[in-house]
């Protein structure tokens, strides 16, 4: 009984997400110290950072499905496990735990780094996924802008732990601002890729969500615009990030190396196939979600080539 609890939990985190958190915040950390051996973090602290980034990923992720039940009843009565495996009542046991000891996690880094930035940051994102749960999501757009906009931040935050951390020698062998080091500059595009592949891919998953949405009272942009002028959108979404990729590179002279700017080519590239998928709308409903998935993994690579 009690491993098919563990199973259940294991499930509702969603692993694949914290896959690619955990796979986001270690190529940061890779990327930065990867042939810069003057480069010096407290990895412990590190992975206490990770560890409380995970821990509320999760407990969002709890909540979420906490208050999706009738929805998810309509929607993937297969993948319901809050009421059929895990009571309700655990779910939100589970939650606060997971964000308590996120937050205390945070208390301490910040105590040990002097900064307020942890505590910050991490009251910010369960406060947002909590009433992303309970209201954002109903509104259109504005649950899709929060969910990407979080996970556009996750390799910030990572990168945000070697500005902290005084003593990392990140900065040793660059006298300008901290935020122009050329270092940063893959981190800040994969940041922004991040947040546009998860702003369409949330949308996409609108699309497939309508009738249980419909239960609890959801809007959602396929819902009062339609699948047409939807698709339209997400195409839009799409070509803007292969568009801001030679904008970034070519204009504001980002400074890449040739394969990490190929990478995220190959990555981005897949975007053109989704937008082709598009003219059968079975195809385009069917793979979509996981094609976008792929390119972020792709875009991800980058960081450990």
């Known amino acids: 009984m009690a491993r098919n609890f563990l199973i259940s939990i294991f499930w509702l985190i969603r692993p694949q997400n914290i896959f690619i958190i955990v796979a986001t915040m270690f190529g940061?950390?890779?990327?930065?110290?990867?042939?810069?051996?003057?480069v010096n973090i407290n990895k412990l602290d590190f992975a206490l950072l990770l560890i409380s980034t995970i821990l509320i990923a999760g407990a969002g992720n709890m909540i979420n499905d906490y208050f999706d039940v009738k929805a998810d009843r309509i929607n993937k009565p297969q993948k319901l496990i809050i009421t059929k495996y895990v009571k309700k009542r655990w779910a939100i046991i589970l939650h606060w735990s997971f964000n308590f000891s996120?937050?205390?996690?945070?208390?301490?880094?910040?105590?040990?780094?002097?900064?307020?930035w942890y505590v910050f940051i991490n009251l910010l994102a369960i406060n947002a996924l909590w009433f992303y749960s309970v209201y954002f999501k109903k509104k259109i757009f504005l649950g899709n802008a929060v969910i990407a906009i979080l996970t556009g931040f996750v390799p910030l935050l990572a990168l945000s732990f070697f500005v902290f951390s005084k003593d990392s020698g990140i900065f040793d062998?660059?006298?300008g601002h901290w935020y122009e080091n050329p270092n940063f500059h893959i981190i800040y595009l994969l940041a922004f890729f991040a947040m546009m592949q998860n702003l369409a891919r949330e949308i996409c998953k609108d699309i497939t969500?309508?009738?249980g949405d419909r239960k609890i009272f959801v809007k959602s942009i396929p819902m009062k615009y339609g699948l047409k002028i939807t698709k339209r959108i997400i195409g839009m979404i799409l070509i803007t990030q292969i568009a801001?990729?030679?904008?970034?590179?070519?204009?504001f002279n980002?400074?890449?190396?040739d394969?990490?700017?190929y990478t995220l080519l190959i990555a981005l590239s897949l975007n053109i196939f989704i937008i082709i998928l598009m003219a059968n709308n079975n195809?385009?409903?069917?793979?979509?979600?996981?094609?976008?998935k792929l390119s972020m993994l792709i875009g991800l690579s980058a960081l450990f080539i």
């Open 209 to 211: 969500d309508i009738p």
């Open 102 to 116: 996120a937050l205390i996690i945070s208390i301490y880094l910040s105590s040990k780094y002097n900064t307020f």
């Open 173 to 175: 062998q660059y006298d």
């Open 28 to 38: 940061v950390g890779y990327h930065l110290s990867f042939d810069n051996p003057i």
């Open 244 to 251: 801001c990729l030679i904008t970034f590179t070519e204009l």
């Open 254 to 257: 980002f400074w890449l190396e």
């Open 283 to 292: 195809l385009f409903l069917k793979f979509s979600q996981a094609l976008l």
């Open 259 to 261: 394969w990490v700017f």
